[in-house]
């Protein structure tokens, strides 16, 4: 079996990667990072190590690369082949690879392939594969759409691993926390025949894709942005301190009576849930610096996102959104200079008034609520520790 992944990177190798790997697939990733494609077409292998006390090293073989940039060409050719497509490229950047996934799909149309092919967007997104199905349509005739419609499946899925920013001798090892969960929407699939160990599928994606955006990638940047409002550089400092634990706690009773009011989820069951995703923020053997957890805030405060939908659908419920309130008035004080959208988020609270920028970054409508997050931001500006 082959797998076409766009994505080199350690979420690419030391989750998706290695899951295809245990499930006997051949990978070829595909990256602009001249680095590791050389480096994969010249090992054809490499090791990921689990962020634990066992240190376990599990070996992924039969890899290649491809450099998309210097040989569009071949990544068609790949997909024209393939079994299975999928990226963990993050979300900004589906809609540069859509041309190519088309172009497959048009190889695929003019070889009268017909066996059915999932092209599955493992992104930190709510309807992830499906927003990349609409950035691929708009590159495709009405011929080629009429062949995708019956031969390719955008199945949505949720995905959860924490991989941290690292750097290491060998470009290609990677280390990764032991936890992982990967859920498959059954019903988008082209191939339902086609189903990976160790990956879920389920009938209704959208309670597991909400529980993990809103408990561990709320939680996560939690962790970060309170961390860096108080000092730190990276989340295992920060999340020993307790007032960072505690807000992080309190945002998670907050997301968690919303995803149990909405989806009849177990109390007990999701309170367990929480305590993992807490004992897995706190593991000593993942470093992870809160630079690259906090990175891209604008997108991070968006209308659909991890903290504005969560206290849109608790206000809509009469549920509180307290705790997720003073953590969007600190994301509005993250100063983070290495990153793009936080300096530019800066630039903007120096030259615009407050209110215009909660309403370009939120797409709220609500004026209650805008005049909320404005308040928040304001004693959190008051407050802040530099």
């Known amino acids: 079996m082959k797998d076409v992944h766009f994505g080199a990177g350690n979420i690419g190798r030391g989750f998706i990667g290695e899951t295809l790997a245990a499930n006997g697939f051949e990978i070829t990733f595909v990256d602009v990072n001249e680095q590791i494609i050389d480096a994969l077409n010249d090992k054809k292998t490499y090791t990921i190590e689990l962020a634990d006390e066992s240190h376990k090293k599990i070996q992924v073989s039969n890899v290649c690369g491809i450099n998309n940039s210097k040989d569009p060409k071949a990544v068609v050719a790949a997909i024209a082949e393939t079994d299975l497509v999928t990226t963990a490229i993050g979300p900004k950047i589906l809609k540069f690879i859509a041309p190519l996934i088309a172009d497959g799909i048009k190889a695929r149309k003019e070889e009268g392939k017909t066996a059915k092919l999932d092209v599955i967007a493992c992104e930190n997104m709510i309807g992830g ?4 199905k609409k950035d691929v349509y708009s590159h495709l005739d009405a011929e ?6 019956k031969n390719i499946g955008f199945p949505n899925a949720a995905v959860d691993r924490i991989v941290p920013l690292q750097k290491h001798e060998d470009p290609l090892f990677v280390s990764v926390e032991p936890f992982k969960e990967w859920v498959v929407d059954e019903h988008q699939m082209a191939n339902p025949d086609l189903k990976l160990k ?3 599928y389920a009938p209704d994606l959208e309670p597991y894709i909400e529980r993990k955006l809103f408990s561990v990638n709320t939680g996560h940047a939690t962790v970060a942005y309170t961390g860096k409002y108080r000092g730190y550089e990276d989340i295992g400092s920060a999340i020993k301190d307790s007032a960072v634990l505690a807000q992080l706690k309190k945002v998670l009773k907050e997301t968690g009576d919303l995803l149990i009011n909405k989806w009849n989820f177990d109390r007990s069951k999701h309170e367990a849930y929480q305590n993992k995703i807490i004992g897995r923020f706190q593991n000593p053997y993942l470093s992870d610096d809160i630079a690259r957890v906090g990175r891209t805030p604008i997108r991070k405060l968006g209308f659909d996102e991890r903290f504005i939908r969560p206290i849109r659908e608790s206000k809509e419920r009469g549920l509180s959104y307290t705790a997720l309130l003073e953590t969007v008035g600190m994301i509005y004080t993250f100063d983070e200079s290495k990153d ?5 988020l800066q630039k903007m609270l120096k030259e615009r008034p407050i209110e215009d920028i909660v309403k370009e970054t939120t797409g709220l ?6 005049q909320e997050v ?3 931001y304001k004693k959190a500006a008051k407050e802040y520790q530099v």
Do not use: N, P
């Not at 080629?144 to 419609?149: G, R, V």
């Open 129 to 132: 594969s499906q927003s990349l």
């Open 144 to 149: 080629s759409k009429e062949f995708a419609d």
């Open 198 to 200: 160790s990956v879920e």
């Open 340 to 344: 793009d959208e936080s300096r530019k």
């Open 365 to 370: 409508k609500d004026e209650g609520l805008i």
């Open 374 to 376: 404005i308040q928040s």
